[in-house]
Every structure is written in structure tokens, then in C-alpha cells.
């Protein structure tokens, strides 16, 4: 997504009560500046999800009892001055400015001293990047930009502000995912300050770890932020991906070289497929996860042929386990290698037969908990992640099929069921089991499709003494 990063900001994108409350806190004697990501997206034309008020000039006390007259406030952080307040409707963080000082290792080891009557200047010290220290007055429409936000915003370049920077062993994350939701590229300075921060990594708790690489999952263009990941020395701490940068493909089927410039390529396309397609979050998270590790098995299967043809057989297994690894180190939930996981084995499916009834109907069970409109969408990521070559929806006879059959979504409903067995004399137990299994496997295979031809099914495959004898 392109932004013009020197468009005025919209006074229309400005909520009539964000407006009333700065006003309010200027007649009580402080001056309001938005501050962070929402003067960032204003200049971008974004509107912002939240806004972020610095108050200055106002004690702790008088900023408590203003914010009171308007509506519900709470303290949130007592020590650093910050204050939710609820406004028909909106929920406004304020705060004093501060200063932070490191007092130990750590994401979390700082001493924060709130000061109303600290300057910009060396409030704004304590913002990581340029393009988030940018300071906006809406009363008096004025935008202050100490550290050259705009400028880095223009070029595309993302900065830190100050040597504070390398106190925050969070920060080459918050990298990544800022570079990949503004298509940016790290500045050199800040990757070296990136680079010395690695031995912290492992003070991070996972939870925040996961937050970044969640917001990852939705920016535009991601393949920049794995590229930040790269320039910061970070990509070193994630060996699934860092191994992918010297494996090479053949260039037949992949002209845009090695698995690392096809991952960056297949993640970007994926990111463009879930816009298109309007999925929700937790779809988008398994598709972006899915695209970023459904090659990694390469590394452990690439094979340079006498001809110097290249092949990978069976990366689609091997990457599984090396998805997995990867999962459990950015701390994300079972439940998202249980979707990707199939996804991953069978982004190849569609290469290996043809799109029929019976093939569809087993693909759709294979998928579980996945499904076929996922896996459509993942296939057409890795077939357009080939630039040169063109995009393209291998798969797309496949969806057509499975819509027509309504399997896009679920796998084909069981017409032969416990019940069902119980009502022709079969009692409940492991050869009930086994035949279950087994009536299933040739309803796939189009043995029958209703409870009509079901029961014929049924009949030459139950022999008599399995029928229990009626009372």
C-alpha cells in the first residue's frame, strides 16, 4: 500500500471527541499533543485506530480531575502518569511525558519517571522510531517533528531516535513488523544497534514475541519485514528461515532464485490474496504462517542432480516438522500448526492428479481443519511467488469443484453414522469402530452418497453374524 507521507493532515479524520478533549485540557491549563502511531497514520491518511494523548503542563493531580469532568477514567499506570479515559464511546490513552532509564537486562527493566514540565525534546527521546516521534497540537494544528519522521516516512527508511534504542531488546521486532506494514527498509545505523541487542533475545517473553509476529501477519507487504529481520542480524535467531537464504532452486520451475527470494515473494502474494479475498483475522494468520513455512522442508531435501537439475522431493513432509519448530519459537498457539500443518503437506496436491469428485471429497478430508478455499488460496501464493513469471491459480479448477460440491468450506458430512449402524444390529465396540472407518473410505471414494444407496452399502458388507439378534 503507497501513501503520500507529506499530505496535510485531514481535520476530518480528527473525532469531534478527541477534539473536545484536547480543548478541554488547554482550558484547564495543559497542552494536548497527539503523540506515536496515530500522528504517523494522520499524515499517511490513515485513520487511526487509537490516539495516544501527551499532556504537558499539567500536574498528575489536575490532569486526574480535568480528564474526570469529561467522563470514566481510570489509571492504568499510576508511576508513568498514564490514564485511560472512556468518551462516548472511545477509549483515549493519556498520559504525562517521562523519561526511561535502564535498570537491568530486559524488555521490561526500566525506571519510568513521568515530568509534566519535561520539553519535547527530550520526551520524545524515549519513541523508538523516527516515524512514530512525530508530535501533532490539533487545536493549534501544528505538527512538530524533532527527529525527521516525515523525512524517514518520504524515504521510506526506518530510524531509530536516539541511542535509547538499544536499551529495548523488543525493538528489532517492532522492526520487522513496522517495516512490513510501511514497506520499509532499516537503516543501516539502526541495524547495527539491531545487532548488538541479540544476546537479549531470549529475555523476551513469548507472549510479546507472538504480539509482533501476529501484527506481521497483517501488514502489506511482509516480505520487507522478514528482509528488516535480515538487515537487524535477527534472522539468525529463526534457523527455519535463516536456512532458507542459501537454498537454491532449480531455476526451470523458479526463476526468482533461491527459497528465501520465493518466501518473500509467496508471503507478499499472500497478503494480497487475503485483501482480495477479505478474510478474517484468524484465516489471514493461518494463510501468511502457511505461505512463510510451507518451503522450509527444502532445506533438508534439495538435491543438485548430475544434469545440475535441482529437485526437493518430499520438502512438503519435511517442512512440517520444521514449521513446527518454528511455531513453538515465536510462541503461536497449537491450534495454528494444527491448520497450517495440512495446508503445508498438500500445497502440492493439485500437481500430482486431477480435479475430480472423488479427489476433491478426499483432499477436503485431508485438510480438516483447514479446507480447500484456504488451500486454493495458499497454491496460488506459491505459484505467483515466481516473479518473472507470471501470477497464476493452479488450483482453481479444484475450488470450482469443491463450491459446486459445497466442500470448499467442510469435508463431506458422514451418511453412515454410529447410529446409523446401531439401527441395522451393529452394537457399539471396535468392529463398529473399523466399520465406520470403513464406510467412510468409500463414501470418498463415491461408493455411495445417500442414506438410500448407504443401506445398499451396507448390506454386502455386513455379514450376517455381525448382526446382533433382535429381542
Not at 504517523?40 to 485513520?47: A, E, K, Y
Not at 537491568?104 to 520526551?123: K, W, Y
Not at 523488543?170 to 513496522?178: D, V
Amino acid at each position: 500500500m503507497k501513501h503520500d507521507p507529506f499530505r496535510a493532515i485531514d481535520p476530518l479524520l480528527l473525532p469531534a471527541d478527541l477534539l473536545q478533549l484536547c480543548r478541554h485540557l488547554a482550558a484547564s491549563g495543559g497542552r494536548a499533543w497527539l503523540v506515536g502511531g496515530c500522528v504517523r497514520d494522520l499524515l499517511l491518511g490513515i485513520p487511526p485506530h487509537d490516539y495516544d494523548v501527551e499532556v504537558y503542563g499539567l500536574h498528575e493531580s489536575a490532569l486526574t480531575t480535568a480528564l474526570q469532568q469529561l467522563g470514566r477514567c481510570e489509571q492504568v499506570g499510576r508511576q508513568f502518569g498514564v490514564h485511560k479515559l472512556w468518551l462516548h464511546g472511545r477509549t483515549i490513552d493519556v498520559a504525562l511525558p517521562r523519561t526511561e532509564v535502564k535498570q537491568g537486562e530486559g524488555h521490561r527493566a526500566f525506571s519510568v519517571q513521568s515530568d509534566p514540565f519535561l520539553t519535547p525534546e527530550i520526551a520524545s527521546l524515549r519513541r523508538d522510531f523516527t516515524i512514530n516521534a512525530m508530535m501533532y497540537d490539533p487545536i493549534h494544528a501544528h505538527l512538530l517533528d524533532l527527529h525527521g519522521g516525515q523525512s524517514d516516512l518520504a524515504s521510506r527508511t526506518l530510524r531509530h531516535v536516539s541511542a535509547a534504542f538499544g536499551e529495548d531488546p523488543l525493538r528489532p521486532l517492532r522492526a520487522m513488523q513496522f517495516a512490513a506494514r510501511f514497506s520499509m527498509r532499516l537503516a543501516a545505523e539502526t541495524g547495527v544497534i539491531c545487532r548488538a541487542l541479540i544476546d537479549e533475545a531470549t529475555t523476551l517473553p513469548g507472549s510479546r514475541i507472538r504480539e509482533e509476529w501476529m501484527k506481521w501477519c497483517h501488514a502489506a507487504t511482509p516480505s520487507y519485514g522478514l528482509r528488516a529481520l535480515r538487515e537487524s542480524g535477527w534472522l539468525a535467531l529463526y534457523p527455519e528461515l535463516f536456512a532458507l537464504t542459501d537454498c537454491p532452486q532449480d531455476p526451470r520451475w523458479h526463476p526468482e532464485g533461491s527459497v528465501w527470494k520465493h518466501t518473500l515473494q509467496v508471503v507478499d502474494q499472500a497478503a494480497r490474496i487475503a485483501d482480495r479475498q477479505g478474510l478474517d483475522r484468524h484465516a489471514r494468520e493461518q494463510l501468511l504462517i502457511a505461505a512463510l513455512c510451507h518451503d522450509m522442508g527444502k532445506v533438508d531435501t534439495t538435491i543438485r542432480h548430475d544434469n545440475g537439475r535441482i529437485s526437493s522431493p518430499g520438502h512438503n513432509l519435511q517442512s512440517l516438522t520444521r514449521a513446527g519448530s518454528f511455531l513453538r519459537r515465536i510462541d503461536f498457539p497449537k491450534e495454528m500448526e494444527a491448520y497450517i500443518s495440512p495446508l503445508i503437506r498438500e500445497h502440492m496436491t493439485h500437481m500430482h492428479g486431477i480435479a475430480s469428485e472423488k479427489s476433491v471429497r478426499r483432499l477436503a478430508f485431508r485438510l480438516q481443519p483447514a479446507n480447500i478455499e484456504l488451500w486454493e488460496m495458499l497454491v496460488e501464493a506459491d505459484a505467483s511467488g515466481r516473479f518473472p513469471a507470471p501470477p497464476s491459480r493452479p488450483a482453481q479448477e479444484w475450488l470450482q469443484l469443491a463450491i459446486t460440491m459445497q466442500q470448499h468450506h467442510h469435508p463431506v458430512r458422514r451418511v453412515i453414522t454410529g447410529r446409523v449402524l446401531i439401527d441395522c444390529g451393529i452394537e457399539p465396540g471396535p468392529a463398529m469402530g473399523a466399520l465406520l472407518a470403513k464406510a467412510y473410505e468409500a463414501q470418498l471414494n463415491g461408493d455411495f452418497f445417500d442414506i438410500d444407496s448407504a443401506r445398499t452399502w451396507l448390506a454386502r458388507e455386513i455379514p450376517p453374524e455381525a448382526v446382533a439378534p433382535s429381542s
